[in-house]
């Protein structure tokens, strides 16, 4: 029998996207589409590419705890109050935000303000809640795979984060501490459907420009799941002309004796039997293009043995992996189903 399942932000970005690979999923039946302004309106009249008769819903919290698994594509402020509501009465969540990612303590440093719920929040330091099996996990398959699978709360990684990590989490054991630094670049699509002026055509359009840089909250969530004692890590995130796509650069100090080869055994144990994360060979690239529309990743690393210094790049669809495609992942794993149901790790090229 199908599970029933309902979006909460489904008017968003990464909700909408949500709602297209649900439709296409044949163990989940999606029951509610709930939206916020644009309770009532046609789904089709956002997204011409959700083409059919569905209308979004209100957010009715007695409807949703009935269902199987809820995703929350909301701003983090909405995802605390219902991912603690919904946990509560024991629903089965997936929650897009930063709301849960990082211990209490942590969040409150990077989000400034409490958190409202800290018994809900991951176990410092380690992914699996041995004992606690209310609090989050953090969904982020390649590494924690046997957590979530257990789990009925997942905190789905943020876009930078998934890219950060599925790149350097497999190094780390071969870098300096303290010498890890990332730069990030992403299209507009990753700062959601709200109106902004920076994010108007006519601004994003040929402009190439760096934000939120040294204290982004994606660096506390990059070091805090990065495994090994790397101290802190530099992030800068950029925003590039381009609707979709993510691709982040990191760099790391290598330890001694670390070569090309280390390298590359590195990336290939940890994802060669990985189904959505493809290793290029040294000296070729990721392109966020050949990702578009799918739940892959593309991963490579050179070493550059004149500065002693190894260079991770690592490509996703922000949209897909990064948000709605992880999801996804994490739901199927949550629910018991093969973890690729519904997922594709080929984008559209081009
Ligand atoms: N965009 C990305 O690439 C990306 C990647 C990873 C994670 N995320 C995270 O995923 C979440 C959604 O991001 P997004 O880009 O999809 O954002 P978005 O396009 O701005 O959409 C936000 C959604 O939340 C709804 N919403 C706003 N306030 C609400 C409230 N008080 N109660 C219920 N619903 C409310 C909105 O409804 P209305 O439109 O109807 O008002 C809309 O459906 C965020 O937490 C974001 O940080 C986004």
Known sequence: ??????????????????????EAHPDLDLEVVAAHSQAGEPVSSLYPNLAGDRVFDEVDLGRLIGLDLVFLATPHGPSLQLGGALRHADTRVVDLSGGFRLTAQDFSSWYGEE???PDLTPTPGVATPTGEPDRAVYGLPEMFRDSIRGSSFVANPGCYPTAALL??????????AGSVVIDGKSGSS?????????????????DLTAYGAPAHRHTGEIETWLPGDLGPVSFTPHLIPMSRGLFITGYGSTTDGVGPDEVADALHTAYDDEPFVHVLAAGTFPHTKALAGSNGVQVSAVVDERAGR????CAIDNLGKGAAGQALQNANLMLGLPEQTALSALGVYP
């Open 1 to 22: 029998m199908a599970h029933k399942v309902g979006i909460v932000g489904a008017s968003g970005y990464g909700g909408a996207e949500l709602v297209r690979l649900l």
């Open 190 to 206: 990753g700062a959601g459907r709200a109106a902004a002026d920076r994010l108007h055509f006519s601004h994003v359009h040929g």
């Open 167 to 176: 790149g350097l989490a497999p190094l780390a054991p071969l870098l300096e």
């Open 115 to 117: 958190h409202p719920t």
């Open 310 to 313: 190894v260079l991770v790049t």
